[in-house]
């Protein structure tokens, strides 16, 4: 059996069940939020990992082989907030529940899409940075600090032109709404001072001009790559993820080297998906960051890629062959 885990909205696994559906896998999708709403259970010495869904006892133990860990659901992270409990409790549900999540890596012989515990390993980007150069991407120019002083020389050694970007999570959440940290070209630092600058780390990078976005999904052996455009064939500066008109993606093959090097970087890292941000600037490819859980159904629906149909080939092989 393969077994998705995700939530509710996800489009992603939209997308993938209606594949899944008329093949020969059976396949079990848990939205993971509903676990509070529904029923589980673990047991020794005999091992077993019982799950209900629509009335139906599953032991996870005994039937999966194949898990696609997309992205998982939080307790009543989509409840109305008059009806959740308080916080406290939320965050001790939460945390019970990641724990219990983090636990199917104790059912042995399952192929994973990704493995959770190397998905998170993935998520550095200082550890993407020195991968790629230790397997011969080319990456920009980067300082990452909380230090003005260093931040500021380092602005003057690229010519004053750099941009800034988040070190981890870009997403800013708060009560009345939720804020994302993009790719902003930086201005000089004279009017931060210290303290504000100290309060967390950055990346610094060289401001790459006249470059072309690429989005290279990389799925096991197979990669899909897209040129970021807009409709006049020219490129995007500064982060192309603000434009939200005039864009096109269009599917572009890689030079081979740096395709294999891309495939490489996510075996290196122990996956089997991957979504890879590449520029090209003076004819020079260098690599930006890899994101080991990226979205990918608005890419294969502008693009006509057939991201969906590699991922389920992938499953229902891992499915059929443990």
Known sequence: MILILSNKHDISVDYLMRLLSGMESKVLRINTEDFVDGKTCVTFPRFSYRIEKNGI?????????????????????????????????????????HAYIESLKSIDNVFWINDPDR??????????????????????????????????????????KIV?????????EEKERDYFVFTNCVQPFQNVNEQEFSV??????ELLENK???RV??????????????????????????????????????????????????KKFGLVFGAIDLVCASD??????????????WLQKVSGLPIAETIADCLVQGDANK
């Open 119 to 160: 998905d998170h390993i993935a998520e550095n980007k200082i550890l993407q940075l020195k991968l790629a150069t230790e397997i011969g991407l080319r990456v920009p120019k980067t300082c990452i600090t909380n230090n003005k002083e260093e931040a500021t020389h380092f602005m003057e050694e690229c010519g004053g």
């Open 212 to 214: 072309i976005d690429y």
């Open 284 to 297: 020079e490819f260098y690599f930006l960051e890899i994101n080991p859980n990226g979205e990918w159904a």
């Open 164 to 172: 800034a970007k988040a070190l981890s999570s870009p997403l800013i």
């Open 57 to 97: 006892d599953h032991d996870l133990a005994e039937e999966i082989r194949s898990v696609w860990f997309r992205r998982p659901g939080k307790p009543f992270e989509f409840t109305p907030e008059a009806l959740r409990p308080n916080r406290s409790v939320v965050a001790f549900a939460e945390d019970q529940w």
């Open 217 to 266: 999904t990389i799925i096991g052996d197979d990669y899909y790559a897209v040129r970021v455009v807009r409709e006049s064939d020219n490129g995007v500066p500064g982060d192309w993820r603000i434009i939200k008109e005039g864009l096109k993606f269009v599917p572009s093959p890689l030079p081979r080297d740096i395709a294999g090097k891309c495939v490489k970087m996510v």
């Open 200 to 205: 967390a780390p950055s990346i610094f990078q």
